[in-house]
């Protein structure tokens, strides 16, 4: 079936929990402390009005704290309905929550639903394809990224407008070398965290030398990610390595292809 991808500007719903949550969304309203890292040094990287989405999103819905661990009653924790949206962001939901979350998503008219998973108890295997067949039924296009930077161009149309729009997902450089060294970054994509910005200050006037993974690992850890330690048994390994494997692949892939 031939899906028609509208060109007007793409609406976002968040639903979250927690922190991780709190800091996509400060990476889409890009307001001026967003990130502090840099502390007294800061050069303002970030100081650019088209990292503002605000305009882009169209609610916010923040989950309640202390739920049940089973959830008889959804209705009494969720909205009556959505706003009109393109895309639907769940975050770190409660597994009764987020599965209710595709017929609402059908209503409002959604297209898209990302829900990336940065601890392996956010959303299990089966509870991520029970969410699967619901939207398939939807027509509605389901992505769960592991960790949230790891969701790249290429396997839907919706999803590249999604990261071309918001310029969020698999970090992209573009990368000027002189003298073998790195002299210049630009940010084409950053991970939802915004960890890219800060990585970029930390590798200017780097060597391309033996150091460079090195300079890049301990710029990821000092953001800090968020992502988990705890050992995923998908990845066999952690997804907060996965994620620094992401963000030296993609430094990489800018100086060397």
Known sequence: MLRIIKKSIMRIYIAYSGKF??????NLLNYRNFCIS????????????????????TGIYTQPPDLPVYIEDTEKYLPS???????????????????????????AGTRLIIAPIEEPNWLSAGLRNQIKEKCEKAAIVFAAPKPFCSLKKGEDPLIDRFIDTFKIGFPKFKIGIQNNNIVTLQILTSQPCGCAYYVAQKLKNVSLDSRLDEVISSAHHAYPCTA????????????????????????????FT
């Open 21 to 26: 949550g709190e800091r996509v969304i400060g």
């Open 228 to 255: 988990s330690m705890d050992r995923d048994t998908e990845l066999k390994d952690t997804i907060l390595h996965r994620a620094g494997y992401i963000i030296r692949e993609a430094v990489h892939e800018a100086i």
């Open 38 to 57: 840099c502390d007294k040094l800061c050069i303002f990287c970030r100081d650019d009005r088209s990292l503002n989405f605000a305009d882009n999103i």
């Open 81 to 107: 309905s959505l706003p009109e949206n393109d895309v639907l962001l769940a975050i770190n939901l409660h597994p009764d929550i987020i599965a209710e979350f595709p017929a609402l998503a059908k209503k």
